[in-house]
């Protein structure tokens, strides 16, 4: 089946810095979602991006399928963005939604 | 339009007991998915239901678990004689469309807290 990588997997921040969040993977999809689950559990819908670029406030990603990865840019870093950062594919011809496992982001104040 | 709804929040069971996961789809979505986090991990698919049929149940194990979405009412994921290792976070998620073309996103509920004692 499709395989799903993400990095870093751990990520410190001060708050204010920005950073990019890498999801690999390794066959082609149709669909390519990016989640941010909070402290609390809740799994928040950010980007739902199979291909190109979209922008949501300080949060933007890119979708190049061709070569088969997604960046999730997260500028002015908050500590409300602490939490994982899931990346999530349902590859071409598939049925189910594979998830990356994950990039646990603290922000410090 | 109300989301995606999963009851109950929290489920405590002793081992042997049964749980029963409720998920309500968001409106007008006809395919469900299960997902099961367990603690400090990602999220594993279980199975893909649409109204009445079982498209895919690659990711459940094959004994005590079952899952079934009929034509009324909200899809269930059931957990006979549960075991500690069962203990996990159930997520539902639902979309418009399943189907291997689609281009529909998931829609998760807030999950359902299972704890085994």
């Known amino acids: 089946g499709i395989q799903v990588e993400q990095s870093p997997p751990d990520l410190i921040l001060q708050e204010g810095a920005n950073s990019t969040l890498r999801c690999n993977f390794s066959?082609?999809?149709?669909?390519l979602q990016w989640f941010h689950q909070n402290p609390w559990g809740q799994l928040i819908n950010l980007f739902y991006i199979p291909s190109g670029t979209k922008q949501n406030g300080r949060l933007s990603a890119t979708t190049v399928a061709t070569e088969r990865y997604s960046l999730l840019y997260i500028s002015s870093s908050q500590t409300t963005d602490s939490g994982v950062y899931f990346c999530?594919?349902?590859?071409?011809?598939?049925?189910?939604?594979?998830f990356g496992a994950g990039t646990r982001l603290f922000v410090k104040a | 339009n109300a989301g995606v709804m999963q009851n109950p929040r929290h489920l405590v069971r002793r081992r042997g007991q049964e749980a029963r996961l409720r998920c309500s789809p968001m409106?007008?979505?006809?395919?469900v998915y299960w997902y099961r986090q367990l603690p400090e991990e990602g999220l594993k698919f279980m199975v893909y239901l649409q109204k009445e049929n079982i498209i895919d149940e690659s990711g459940m194990p094959k004994e005590r678990f079952s899952a079934e979405f009929p034509k009324e009412g909200p899809s269930i994921l059931r957990i006979q004689q549960v075991v500690r290792g069962d203990s996990a976070a159930y997520f539902c998620?639902?979309?418009?469309?399943?189907?291997?073309?689609?281009?529909?996103?998931?829609?998760f509920g807030n999950g359902t807290r299972l704890t085994v004692t």
């Open positions: 066959d082609s999809v149709n669909n």
């Open positions: 409106k007008g979505h006809s395919h």
């Open positions: 999530a594919v349902l590859n071409t011809g598939g049925f189910k939604t594979i």
């Open positions: 998620a639902s979309s418009t469309d399943g189907t291997p073309l689609s281009n529909s996103p998931l829609h």
